[in-house]
């Protein structure tokens, strides 16, 4: 099939297999990596492997620390701030969707939360321009979603805070492009869309942004604890660490994140050219704003949402269902989907107009 999911979401194929090859025995060490202890020599070579494919891929600064963390991207909407806040009492947030609505309403627990831009005029259809900001230059930082999942917009941008670090939810962007990690103080991610399975998440942060916790932060979500500990203060996500390390490894054969870009351009090219050009279909997100991820569309007519939804799955494609909150589909396309999927997509998108256009 073409799984088309918002996440967890399609991984590489070549890694499933090579999961499947050393699921009861890895390496010869008689062992699965499941139940590996995390303090082993083996685990500490597959844990030190994937941070360092981390660092080569996105190309992380040696002033930045990589850690590998529980508790997903909704558990770091309080961690950030519990880790951060602290240095002013305040922090400014930018509001694009869903996802960092969210993170916003969470943050409020730990400090004063400014609203410095919304896209809510536009439904979140677009992003606010920078010049239309209204940043505190004593904010503690700025925290932005790069890509919100559900309403499909993306920042094709990167936003210059000065001073004041950034801070980026890139849950279902990170590995899908090139960034210059210096210009963010701090990013993190779930890895259930371009990385491996659920249960971990990636953070990212700058050297100088660890040690402010506040008091009431616990010791497993505090950033200096799992930095010094090398994200082994707890007993990390083993299993999903290895299924990472095995998605990185071939994201690195692909040619890394240069290539990935290419391919996913290339993918989401094909979907929104042909959205365009329909008068069945349309995208609601403004154009400089698209998602390269995440594409959501509406028919014509909402009454054939079910019928396309079972064609679809009558094909091999599925999980196309939009967000309830947004209706219509959403076909997720994140870096394991081949575009042979987004051609079928678009093939049947045509039949489908033909016979109900
Ligand atoms: N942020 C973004 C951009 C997401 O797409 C998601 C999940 O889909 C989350 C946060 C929440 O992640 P989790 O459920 O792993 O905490």
């Known amino acids: 099939v073409f799984n088309f999911s918002p996440g967890p979401a399609t991984l590489p194929e070549a890694v499933l297999r090579q999961a499947a090859e050393e699921m009861l025995d890895w390496h010869g060490s008689g062992m699965s990596v499941m139940e ?49 806040i602290g240095k002013t009492g305040k922090a400014d947030y930018v509001v694009t969707g869903d996802w960092s609505k969210k993170s916003a309403k969470e943050a409020k627990s730990y400090g004063k939360v400014n609203a410095a831009a919304s896209g809510e005029a536009s ?28 309403g499909g917009v993306q920042y094709h941008w990167t936003p210059d805070t000065g001073a004041v670090p950034l801070v980026a939810d890139m849950s279902s962007d990170i590995m899908s492009r090139p960034i210059d990690v210096s210009r963010y103080g701090l990013i993190y991610a779930g890895a259930q869309k371009n990385m491996g399975p659920s249960g971990l998440t990636l953070v990212v942060v700058r050297d100088d942004l660890i040690g402010h ?25 083993t299993y999903a660490i290895y299924i990472a390390g095995l998605v ?36 609601p997100v403004a154009r400089e704003a698209r998602s390269l991820m995440n594409v959501p569309f509406k028919l014509k007519d909402d009454a054939l949402d ?8 009558a094909k091999g494609m599925i999980q196309l269902k939009g967000h309830r909150s947004v209706g219509g589909m959403r076909a997720s396309i994140y870096n394991a989907m081949p575009v042979e999927g987004v051609k ?14």
């Open 36 to 84: 590996m202890s995390h303090r082993g020599k083996e685990f500490i070579s597959i844990h030190a492997e994937a941070e360092a494919l981390v660092r080569e891929l996105l190309g992380v600064p040696s002033n930045y620390k990589v850690l590998f963390m529980q508790g997903g991207a909704i558990g770091e909407n309080a961690i950030v701030p519990m880790n951060l």
């Open 123 to 150: 439904h979140f259809t677009a992003i606010p321009k920078q010049s239309e900001w209204k940043l505190d230059p004593e904010a503690s930082y700025v925290h932005i979603c790069s890509n919100e999942t559900i």
């Open 213 to 237: 916790a506040l008091p009431i932060c616990p010791s497993a979500f505090n950033y200096q604890t799992q930095a010094e500990a090398d994200s082994m203060y707890n007993t990390p996500p």
């Open 248 to 283: 990185f490894k071939y994201i690195k054969a692909q040619g890394g994140l240069k290539a990935m870009e290419a391919h996913n351009q290339a993918k989401a090219a094909i979907l929104y050219d042909y959205l365009d050009e329909s008068r069945f279909y349309r995208s």
């Open 306 to 313: 079910e019928a396309f939804l079972k064609g679809a799955q």
């Open 344 to 357: 079928a997509l678009v093939a049947y998108m045509k039949e489908f107009e033909a016979q109900h256009g």
